[in-house]
Each structure stands twice: as C-alpha cells, then as structure tokens.
C-alpha cells in the first residue's frame, strides 16, 4: 500500500530535469547573451569527482561559476563534467545533479534551491546580486568559472 505522493521528491527530479536541459542546451550552442551560472554543489557526494587540492579547501560544498571560461562540458543523465579555470590552473569536474544544492542565473534573476531533510529551514534566497557585465566578444569560445562563497549572497 502507497504511503502518498511524494511531491517534493518528484519537484526535485523535476528541477534537476531542467537543469539537465538548459545545460544541454549550452553544451550544444553557448551560453546566450549575458546568462551565467552559480552552481554551489555537495563537494562530499560520494558521485562528485574533483581535483584533492579543491575538496581539501572546499570540504562540503563549493560554488562554481560558469561564466566566461568553461571548456569540455559533457551533460549527461546522472549529472555533467566540465572543465574550469581555478587561478590559471585548468581542473575537470564531475557534478552529479543530486548533488547540486543551488543553481542560480543572476542575468535573469533565476534560480533553484535544492533542501535536505537535515538542513536548516533558513529562507534564503539564492540570487545573488547583479552580475558582472557582459561576457566579452561573442567569438571568445572559453568561459571563466570563480568559487564563490554563497555568503556573500545571503541576506
């Protein structure tokens, strides 16, 4: 016998099967006009796939920014690989979609907040201030990415 519908299980799926499309949609076309990414992620999940110097320094969560600089990005069903520029210093990620805890569009004040069982209840908001201008020239073909510290964003 059923216990219910589980709605926030099947929000959750839901909310991952779009970021799954929008980054399909940028492996195969860019990143349009100024949109960019704040992608905080659970550096711990036994899936996520980073460089040791990176899950020594971010030990439980990270945020990533794909904005300028990104090379390589492979979208899959389970998750996505993309390489980023730590610093000059190139490094390829693997970032499971369940292990991805915000992902906010600043340029159109979008974004999604995935909550845990044992989380805290805080309503924060994800969106982070205005972004940076705009990408550069429409032929540059590499995007910058940054660790962030949601922090900054919180209110």
């Known amino acids: 016998m059923s216990e219910g519908i589980d709605y926030g299980k099947l929000m959750h799926r839901a909310m991952r099967g779009l970021i799954q499309q929008v980054l399909e949609d940028v492996q195969r076309d860019g990143l349009p006009g100024e949109h960019h990414f704040f992608i905080t992620f659970d550096t711990g999940h036994p899936d996520a796939e980073l460089a040791d110097w990176l899950s020594d320094r971010y030990p439980e969560e990270m945020t990533v920014v794909m904005q300028h600089w990104y ?12 390489t980023l520029n730590f610093g000059d210093a190139p490094e390829r990620l693997y970032i499971p979609y369940d292990a991805i805890k915000t992902f906010v569009d600043p340029s159109v004040e979008f974004g999604l907040r995935f909550e845990s069982q044992d989380e805290d209840e805080e309503d924060d908001d994800p969106t982070p201030p205005e972004g940076p201008g705009p990408d550069g020239p429409e032929e540059e ?11 900054r964003f919180r209110k």
């Open 141 to 151: 073909v590499h995007h910058d990415a940054e660790v962030v510290s949601l922090d």
């Open 71 to 82: 090379d390589d990005l492979d979208v899959g069903d389970d998750g996505f690989a993309v």
